[in-house]
């Protein structure tokens, strides 16, 4: 089948329009372009009209096929931009999200206001906190999970983004030293009362990086008293939509002096602070 680059686009902005909104086809379609093929919507402006070659329409039919199964184009690709930097995603991590960098950008605010020199990052998954804020801080920072997977994958980003980060494995904060710094964390936070309706693509995302017990707050809860029995000055927390007052009442009760809810770009609850 002969086909130029910019119908072989079209071609798979229509399969991809099969089972997402066509926007979101278009735009993804655009991405596998740019991230897959590595050809920028300039070069597709002054090059659209050539033949694109077998071994490429057998390459965007061989990720199509994959996509049509529902697995996640980040997957597929084997990394994801987050902070314009590039983190390798595999299926023992989360795929990062945009209401992550919120998390970020609150513990840099945070962080620099109470001239913390130390930061542990709970369940790192990717790295994607870690080495971001080892990257643009002169913190001392650590990072933990409890999946060997996982570590491996966060310790591959720091390794090849030259963040300096010191990785442990284990429970919350079980495997990290004192002192703690600021405390921050993304952890499972969906209720597994929620899975049926949740999105496809989920289901190939590990489950243990998603779904808590009691409502999704199970680990948030005890990382806030974990935190702070260890004396944190702060515990920076991403959370699920609705759970802010409930984790709020939970700080408090741990002892923490303050708790307030951050709300993302669509007005939900998505980042808790704690202060002592």
């Not at 980003?157 to 495997?175: C, I, K, P, T, Y």
């Not at 009442?249 to 602070?273: E, P, S, T």
Request: aromatic content about 6%; proline content about 5%; hydrophobic content about 45%.
């Amino acid at each position: 089948m002969v086909q130029t680059y910019r119908q072989l686009r079209l071609d798979l902005g229509a399969a991809l329009a099969g089972f997402l909104d066509p926007s979101e086809a278009h735009a993804e379609s655009v991405r596998w372009f740019e991230e897959g093929l590595d050809l920028s919507r300039s070069w597709m402006a002054a090059h659209g009209g050539d033949l694109a070659p077998e071994s490429v329409r057998r390459q965007v039919g061989a990720w199509t096929r994959r996509r049509k199964t529902g697995e996640p184009w980040a997957y597929i690709l084997g990394w994801s931009l987050f902070r314009d930097r590039r983190f390798r995603v595999t299926v023992d991590t989360l795929i990062p999200r945009p209401e992550t960098d919120l998390l970020v950008e609150a513990a840099l605010e945070v962080g620099g206001r109470l001239g913390v020199d130390r930061c542990v990052d709970v369940g790192t998954g990717s790295g994607i906190i870690a080495t971001s804020l080892a990257l643009e801080t002169d913190w001392q920072v650590s990072a933990t999970d409890l999946s060997p997977g996982a570590l491996a994958v966060a310790r591959e980003n720091a390794r090849a983004l030259g963040a300096r980060v010191a990785f442990f494995e284990g429970h919350l904060l079980d495997s990290v030293p004192d002192p703690l710094g600021l405390v921050v964390a993304n952890l499972p936070y969906v209720d597994p009362a929620d899975e049926p309706g949740l999105q496809r693509e989920l289901a190939f995302e590990p489950a243990s990086a998603l779904f808590a017990p009691d409502r999704g707050l199970a680990l948030s809860a005890e990382l806030l008293t974990s935190a702070k029995a260890r004396r944190a000055p702060a515990c920076l927390l991403e959370i699920g939509a609705g759970q802010g007052g409930e984790l709020c009442r939970r700080a408090h009760g741990a002892g923490w002096g303050k708790a307030m809810v951050h709300q993302d770009f669509a007005g939900h609850d998505r980042i808790l602070v704690a202060l002592a």
